[in-house]
């Protein structure tokens, strides 16, 4: 297994211009989400799905869609980027079963927009 | 809105035992989190306890919860030079799939 993949690595973007990050896991997991991590502010968390096409907001959707055409892939689109998009972006899945879960995450997309 | 609360930086000599503290505010999480996160990586998930337990222990991490006062402890005895990164509290609301995260305590470890 893969695990959680994430492309690209690193980003730079300029103010306006459109991207799409994305996210891949080979775990049959059926949870995936979209965090951002800030200084000083802890993971915040973007959207969310609970399984192919089921998506909802998290904390902080603003400027970010989501789509989960299937299981595998999860990818954040941002329309137009401003500089306040300026983060580590980390994408994890998820599965809960039999009282037990499993969890990981991505190594992360780091995103700079001018 | 809920909110998860750690302290930011936490220095200890190897061979000790370190304690990372977290308060959360949402009596209602189901689920509380620790996680560990390395210099340019994502974060791993070390353990996790549920709501109803008081204690769970794995090999060299001990968490602790104390549900009246919404307090969790993950101590790490023997901590190593390899313990030395940023870990993160969370917790999961019951019926919710939003995990809130704590600003995360820089553990560092003296040789």
């Known amino acids: 297994n893969a695990g959680v993949t994430q492309t690209p690595k690193f980003q730079v973007l300029k103010t306006g211009q459109s991207m799409t990050l994305q996210c891949a896991q080979d775990?049959?997991?059926?949870?995936m989400s979209w965090y951002r991590q800030d200084p000083g502010m802890g993971l915040r968390l973007i959207h969310y799905s609970v399984g192919a096409g089921i998506t909802d907001q998290g904390e902080v959707p603003n400027g970010y869609n989501v789509s989960r055409s299937t299981t595998e892939d999860f990818p954040l689109r941002l329309l137009s980027a401003a500089p306040s998009q300026t983060s580590v972006y980390f994408c994890?899945?998820?599965?809960?079963?039999?009282?037990?879960?499993?969890?990981?995450f991505g190594p992360g997309t780091r995103l700079l927009v001018l | 809105g809920e909110d998860v609360e750690q302290s930011l930086f936490l220095s200890v000599r190897e061979g000790d035992s370190s304690v990372i503290n977290c308060t959360y505010t949402d009596s209602s999480s189901t689920y509380l989190y620790w996680y560990k996160q390395e210099p340019g990586a994502g974060l791993q998930l070390l353990t996790y306890?549920?709501?109803?337990?008081d204690m769970k222990q794995d090999q060299r991490l001990t968490v602790l919860l104390n549900k009246k006062d919404k307090h969790l402890s993950l101590r790490i005895a023997d901590t190593q030079t390899g313990d030395s990164a940023i870990y993160f509290c969370?917790?999961?609301?019951?019926?919710?799939?939003?995990?809130?995260f704590g600003t995360g305590t820089r553990l560092k470890v003296l040789a």
């Open positions: 306890i549920f709501s109803n337990m």
């Open positions: 969370a917790a999961l609301s019951s019926g919710t799939y939003k995990y809130i």
């Open positions: 775990m049959n997991h059926e949870y």
């Open positions: 994890a899945s998820r599965r809960y079963r039999d009282s037990r879960e499993t969890q990981y």
